[in-house]
Nanobody
Framework: QVQLVESGGGLVQAGGSLRLSCAAS????????MGWYRQAPGKQRDLVAT???????NYADSVKGRFTISRDNANNTVYLQMRSLKPEDTAVYYC???????????????WGQGTQVTVSS
């Protein structure tokens, strides 16, 4: 009933930029925190950045100063602007959102399908 659809991944050279987008749709009453996580081959899924409905953001140390998270509450969309990309940023990037589908405000975690980001050296 709730879908998160990501877009914007791809192949880029080191030092380049990419912008990821994630749109939530379906039966949505309220969205709390939205964020991005990433998972490299053979590694666990790690937090990249999160943003609250009020606009407060949080970043992993490895991306501070290079990535910027933002959101459009009216369109239930979250973005990740990635600059100065490094080969170690290569991973599948997943969108996450805590969503309540009704007035009870019981929030659950939802995930996108993932989008591949590959940074070549």
């Amino acid at each position: 009933q709730v879908q998160l659809v990501e877009s914007g991944g791809g192949l880029v050279q080191a030092g380049g930029s990419l912008r990821l987008s994630c749109a939530a749709s379906g039966r949505i009453f309220s969205i709390n925190t939205m964020g991005w996580y990433r998972q490299a081959p053979g590694k666990q899924r790690d937090l990249v950045a999160t943003i609250t409905s009020g606009g407060s953001s949080n970043y992993a140390d490895s991306v501070k100063g290079r990535f910027t998270i933002s959101r459009d509450n009216a369109n239930n969309t979250v973005y990740l602007q990635m600059r100065s990309l490094k080969p170690e940023d290569t991973a599948v990037y997943y969108c996450n959102a805590r969503i309540s589908t009704d007035w009870t405000l019981r929030f659950q975690n939802y995930w996108g399908q993932g989008t591949q980001v590959t940074v070549s050296s």
